[in-house]
């Protein structure tokens, strides 16, 4: 073995190199993970406002006077709620009480259901009366052509949009139902079935809270 090969061995196996690169590593993760955290803390209240604000779009999508309302913070989900959602089929997300001139005017409820492939999220515009003023959907993954022909509001065959169907819908009118009381697509009634769920959902929600 040449002595330059052995010089570098005794080198690399000098304590005082060892920890020399043990505290260089030590800084550098450091100083990266100080980095990190910077980044999150400058783009975390930046991705929490887009929530916001695609959260206030959907509510407003679903209310009498979108213009005219105003959404509180999120409510406290109670156990009656919950369990008359998952009765009903569905979910509870979170539900805010939709104000105008700041007195209520019902509720935005945000619920989660079952359609042809995966889970639906959806907002449901309810107001004081109980009755559906609007759903609108936040995030689905049904079939592209099919399932999303539900989502998109198309025409049933009488002409109303799928979604439009429920508003004025309520209590009073019994369990929502497809093929009852409710009109599916064509070719797309797990997905019209999924959202029928969903609105009896937040009905019922909206009637566990009084």
Request: proline letters at 1%; glycine letters at 12%; hydrophobic letters at 45%.
């Amino acid at each position: 073995m040449s002595s330059e090969v052995k010089a570098k061995e005794k080198v690399n196996m000098d304590p005082q190199y060892l920890i020399k690169l043990t505290v260089t590593l030590l800084i550098t993760c450091v100083v990266v993970a100080a980095a990190l955290g910077g980044v999150n803390a400058v783009t975390a209240e930046t991705i929490e406002e887009i929530n916001w604000e695609n959260t206030v779009n959907a509510m407003k999508a679903v209310v009498a006077d979108p213009d005219a309302t105003t959404f509180s913070d999120a409510l406290e989900l109670t156990d009656a709620m919950t369990a008359a959602a998952s009765a009903s089929g569905g979910t509870p997300d979170s539900v805010y009480e939709a104000q105008v001139d700041g007195q209520n005017a019902g509720y935005a409820i945000k619920v989660v259901t079952s359609g042809s492939q995966g889970k639906i999220e959806m907002m449901v515009g309810v107001d004081g009366e109980g009755t559906v003023t609007g759903v609108s959907i936040v995030k689905n993954a049904e079939t592209a052509g099919i399932g999303s022909k539900v989502m998109e509001n198309q025409n049933t065959a009488s002409g109303v949009g799928v979604l439009s169907q429920f508003e004025g819908k309520s209590a009073a009118d019994g369990t929502l139902t497809v093929g009852s009381n409710v009109d599916a697509i064509s070719g797309a009634t797990v997905s019209t079935r999924g959202v029928t769920n969903g609105v009896n959902a937040a009905l019922a929600v909206a009637g566990a809270m009084g």
